[in-house]
């Protein structure tokens, strides 16, 4: 008995060490043998280790706020780059996706919920209720294949009955009120942008980004429009539920740790599903909206149902970084939220980076942020201020930001991470397309080896050597 | 016109189609029929209206009046992907690349199609029946290449790959011998007469200058001038009628 376990236990020991070792040669071969990747690696790392760093040093938690705003911005700056960069469908308007999350949530904590920050489970299960509705008018609009709709029902389904049998079970399991609250902000969001997505059939180019441009101020004057002031507060904002509800007497350099790992979490998973959503079959078929929508409808698309995708995938990521805003950086949301500043940023961000691109957001929200917030208020200034410039704080930072973006973008119009991967990609030994390139090119040249080449294309080829030898 | 003597409708019949850009005719009262697995060629000078009459088959444009009907079901007022997945496939005179993407994902957009899309799943991955159509239109070395390098002619037989993804009963070509070297037009023919060969019931449709090319390629050739059409018949017939040397020299001879 003792034997066979311990050959079980040496059997699982080996494979562990067989993935192990496999795990390592591959990353290895992909992340450290490929300059721009392992670029990327060493700033993730660096990015994981921002908060230790600073937690003797110079200002202890006054600057985390600045990567956790930074981390927002990249989610903004990547959505949007899923639609304009890769769908070529012009959005001016990311503020009202960046604003919508946090009034939803704000205003169901504030009428429904009453400020509690629990929420017991038969309420629990209305909300489940009313997402499952949004999930099926989504699902019909979206226009799922069948099998996924039939997977998103069971889901539902099984969702449904949980809830059921929990409130059944008891009411004592609580959970915080933005873990409802939110979803339903990111559903309702979801919507939002489909709903605009709409007109965007029309309405083409510049003109959809005028019109885009347009809903998140609509929005912005409805939100303080007197007669609604009893929901919305008009300038003074909504109070927010909070995500993570720590424990009385936690010190505020671990709860900006924890707010600062959680945006850079989420950041993660969202970059790599926008990136898989971007790489995928249908990532395939927004590129080919961008490129020419005719050609795209003569290839028997549906460039409708495609554009409404993107507009709700972009939509989605969108609102996911409003309520990161408007739950962790702030505890609030205020009708600037829904301004022209958060429609211009995600622009700015990307531009700087790189357009088209999921790591041209990400450099440049945080080249962004630090400019912004950190190196010019902190370094350049003063600086001004010992030459005996005595300068307002606020105009002279943006001066001194906006020279720098034109330097930038006159200087690398191709925006600065993609011009930095370019070079590094050239400076880099030719890339083997043999070893490392994908699957179908490999599987092309082993039966180009063997002589099973399909069809004509090898008859006349050889035909033609055959007329050269000739003559 | 022998499937209509027993009974069975054509595979695309055009009926009575007039278009007018304003007061201008592009496209006269034109009828014709073609039926499964026929190869026709359109042939005309320049301004003659095949292109538009190839936006009104393929639904880019509307035809101010007249009926399109394809198996026996109209379709004018169908958007253009609709018409791609009932079987009608169009190559563009100007070339339409998506030029972001390899030349293998440019295939790979037709096979997303719902009628590209059909077979695939069961039989053979995308990329393998990417692949495949690369290697029919000898496109297959450089199918890692972004579209945007490639030279003319190997765009010209990128759109033919592309149309063909979407197994169309009736492929329609605009020019696709436009531009090619002698060598390249050889081998888009001979791909053109192999594709017909390995699926004899589809019908192509083909506009074209290079008259030389065409012939070897079609059963049945359909003139066009000013709109009008003129002339209908074998490509033997055609090169001897009078009234279609007359417009392509611009007079008597």
């Known amino acids: 008995m003792t034997l066979l376990i311990k050959s079980k236990l040496a059997d699982s020991l080996r494979t562990v060490k067989s993935y192990s070792v496999r795990a390592y040669s591959s990353f290895i071969a992909n992340v450290f043998d490929v300059p721009p990747r392992l670029l990327a690696f060493l700033c993730f790392l660096t990015l994981l280790a921002i908060p230790i760093c600073w937690f003797n040093s110079f200002g202890g938690t006054r600057y985390l706020p600045i990567f956790i705003h930074a981390s927002i911005l990249a989610i903004l700056g990547a959505s949007w780059d899923l639609l304009v960069g890769r769908t070529g469908q012009v959005s001016l308007g990311h503020a009202l996706f960046f604003g919508i999350g946090g009034y939803v949530s704000g205003i169901l904590y504030e009428q429904l919920y009453g400020f509690s920050y629990y929420l017991t489970t038969s309420v629990l299960l209305m909300v489940v209720l009313v997402a499952v509705v949004i999930g099926v008018i989504l699902s019909v609009l979206v226009g799922l294949r069948r099998s996924m709709r039939i997977l998103l029902m069971v889901v539902l389904v099984a969702v449904v009955i949980g809830v059921i049998l929990s409130v059944l079970v008891g009411s004592w399991i609580t959970i915080p009120v933005a873990w409802v609250t939110v ?33 998140p101020l609509i929005v912005q004057s409805l939100v303080t429009w007197p007669p609604l002031y009893w929901l919305t507060h008009a300038d003074f904002g909504i109070v927010t539920p909070q995500i993570i509800i720590y424990p009385l007497g936690t010190s505020l350099i671990i709860r900006k740790s924890v707010e600062y790992y959680f945006t850079l979490t989420l950041l993660f998973i969202s970059a790599v599903a926008i990136y898989k959503v971007a790489i995928s079959k249908t990532g395939i078929v927004f590129v080919s909206i961008l490129d020419n929508e005719l050609a795209a409808k003569a290839c028997g698309i549906n460039v409708t149902k495609y554009k409404l995708l993107s507009f709700a995938i972009s939509g989605l990521f969108g609102v996911l970084a409003g309520c990161l805003y408007s739950h962790v950086y702030l505890p609030k949301v205020y009708p600037t939220d829904l301004g022209l500043t958060n429609s ?26 630090i400019l912004d917030d950190y190196a010019l208020p902190n370094h350049f200034l003063p600086i001004l201020r010992m030459m005996g410039v005595n300068t307002p704080y606020y105009e002279t930072k943006n001066l001194i930001f906006a020279v720098i973006v034109i330097l930038l973008v006159i200087k690398w119009p191709r925006g600065i991470a993609r011009t930095i991967v370019d070079k590094l990609d050239d400076l880099a030994k030719p890339r083997d397309i043999e070893e ?17 080449l399909r069809k004509i294309f090898s008859r006349f080829k050889k035909k033609q050597e055959e007329k050269e030898v000739k003559t | 016109m022998n499937s209509s003597e027993s009974g069975k409708p054509h595979l695309l019949e055009v009926i009575n189609i007039t278009k007018k850009f304003g007061g201008l005719v592009a496209v006269n009262n034109i009828s014709l029929q073609i039926d499964e697995g026929e190869r026709v060629g359109l042939i005309g ?35 253009p992907h609709k018409i791609v997945n009932k ?5 563009f005179q100007i070339m339409r690349p998506f030029r972001h993407l390899p030349v293998i994902a440019n295939v790979m957009v037709s096979l997303k199609s719902p009628r590209g899309s059909r077979k695939i799943e069961w039989v053979k991955t995308m990329e393998r029946k990417a692949l495949d159509l690369l290697e029919d239109v000898g496109l297959s070395e450089l199918m890692l290449e972004p579209a945007e390098n490639l030279g003319y002619g190997d765009l010209k037989r990128l759109e033919v790959a592309r149309a063909l993804a979407t197994e169309p009963d009736l492929i329609m070509l605009d020019e696709p011998f436009g531009g090619l070297n002698p060598v390249e037009t050889e081998f888009l023919t001979r791909t053109l007469i192999t594709m017909h060969q390995d699926e004899p019931s589809r019908a192509i449709l083909i506009v074209e200058h290079k008259l030389y090319a065409l012939m070897k390629i079609v059963d049945r050739v359909i003139v066009m001038h000013q709109g009008e059409k003129i002339a209908e018949g074998k490509p033997e017939e055609i090169v001897k009628n009078k009234k279609v040397i007359e417009v392509y020299t611009g007079g008597t001879l």
């Open chain 2, 45 to 79: 000078p320049n301004g003659a209206g095949k292109t538009t009459l190839f936006n009104i088959i393929s639904g880019f444009l509307k035809p101010t009046s007249g009926k399109i009907m394809f198996k026996g079901e109209d379709i004018t007022k169908l958007p």
């Open chain 2, 87 to 91: 079987g009608i496939a169009r190559t």
């Open chain 1, 436 to 452: 490392r390139g994908p699957r179908i090119w490999k599987k092309y040249k082993k039966e180009q080896k063997e002589g099973r």
């Open chain 1, 344 to 369: 211009f940023l995600p622009i700015i961000v990307t531009y700087l980076g790189g357009l088209g691109t999921i790591y041209g957001p990400i450099v440049g929200a945080y080249i962004y942020t």
């Open chain 1, 183 to 215: 979803p339903i902000a990111l559903a309702i969001g979801t919507l939002l942008a489909l709903l605009i997505g709409l007109p965007a059939l029309r309405v083409k180019g510049p003109y959809l980004g005028l019109f885009t441009l347009c809903i």
